[in-house]
């Protein structure tokens, strides 16, 4: 069996493409792509980007089994379609079938926080724990159970949408079409919402001397701005962690994992953001619960997408590892 996958993270913001060594879980050579918006523009630039990862890298496709993809979105995994991902204007997209006729290999598709559970149960901090959760903060909200050490799906194949769980009645309008989605108050686009509207109203921040124009607010951004002892980022970020909390501490009053992962982008850059959202998570929780759970940063940090999907082969294949209910 050929032990090289390419794993694809599609995300809000960024597209990262890798060649992953799945049984190690080594990341050989990667490449990062921005973003567009579409059914069509994203396979343009799958496409491009996996030709360059092979025309920089000489990577001969032969010693390559599948192509495996983590996307934001609902996703039909059996037959690898993209059904509805607001966050990237795609729906109804036949992404394994369009990359198949291009590359000639097993394509695999799956959720991307599911696909970044997968790589951290199998390298990283959850591949020493048969029961957690993973919660990645990025562009937007999204978690993966695993219960048993097998990814819980549910009845439809969507569990685990966290970032869409209602924690304000009649609140933010989210892109899913609800209103009061934990998402709109606790990603990163939240945070920049609410940096935004500050600067709009003349608040002064340390922010714009790293605002690009055309160019979101990164976490990197706002991980300076906190270094920098800014007032305003500061403020939004620990109003983020507070809501960030409540979904937490409820997902603990419910489900009593072992333990609770935490990455993505807001995560890995801004320590407050973690250390505040674990300590208000612990204080909200029922004790009794919350004694028994412990908290744990992703390890593998941009990469545990990549190395996930690129695991996609086996695990669609294999029944044991993701469950209905």
């Known amino acids: 069996m050929k032990s090289y996958s ?15 060594n ?13 973003t567009s918006k579409g059914n069509k523009k994203i396979l343009s630039k799958l496409i491009d980007g996996i030709s360059e990862l092979c025309a920089e890298n000489s990577i001969d496709l032969r010693t390559v089994s599948s192509i495996g993809i983590g996307s934001s979105g609902l996703i039909d995994r059996e037959n690898g379609i993209i059904i509805s991902a607001p966050n990237l204007e795609s729906y109804d997209f036949e992404l394994a079938d369009e990359l198949k006729k291009v590359f000639n290999l097993p394509v695999f598709v799956g959720n991307d926080v599911e696909a970044g559970t997968l790589g951290e149960m199998k390298f990283g901090a959850g591949r020493n724990c048969d029961d957690f959760m993973c919660i990645f903060i990025g562009t937007g909200i999204g978690s993966a ?49 609410k940096i935004w509207d500050a600067l709009n109203k003349g ?11 055309d160019k979101p607010i990164s976490s990197s951004m706002i991980a300076k701005s906190i270094e920098k002892n800014d007032v305003l980022v500061t403020s939004c970020i620990l109003e983020a962690s507070e809501y960030l909390s409540c979904g937490i501490a409820s997902v603990i009053n419910l489900l009593n994992p072992k333990c609770i992962i935490l990455g993505g ?17 612990k204080q909200k929780a029922l004790k009794l619960a919350s004694d028994s759970t412990i908290f744990k940063k992703a390890e593998l940090g941009d990469y545990s997408g990549v190395i996930g999907a690129a695991c996609l082969e086996n695990v669609l294949t294999d029944n044991k590892v993701i469950e209905s209910v």
């Open 6 to 20: 390419i794993g694809i993270d599609i995300g809000g913001t960024k597209i990262l493409i890798a060649l992953v």
């Open 22 to 34: 799945k049984e190690t879980g080594e990341v050989i050579c990667a490449n990062k792509k921005k």
């Open 145 to 193: 159970i695993v219960k048993d050490g097998k990814l819980i799906k549910g009845a439809s194949g969507t569990a685990g949408e966290f970032g869409h769980i209602v924690i304000a009645y009649n609140g933010r309008h989210c892109g899913c079409g609800a209103y009061g989605c934990l998402e709109t108050y606790a990603s990163r686009k939240a945070v920049e919402g």
């Open 203 to 213: 608040t002064k921040s340390a922010i714009t001397d790293y605002i690009k124009p």
């Open 265 to 281: 982008g807001l995560i890995d850059a801004v320590n407050l953001f973690y250390e505040e959202t674990v300590l208000r998570s």
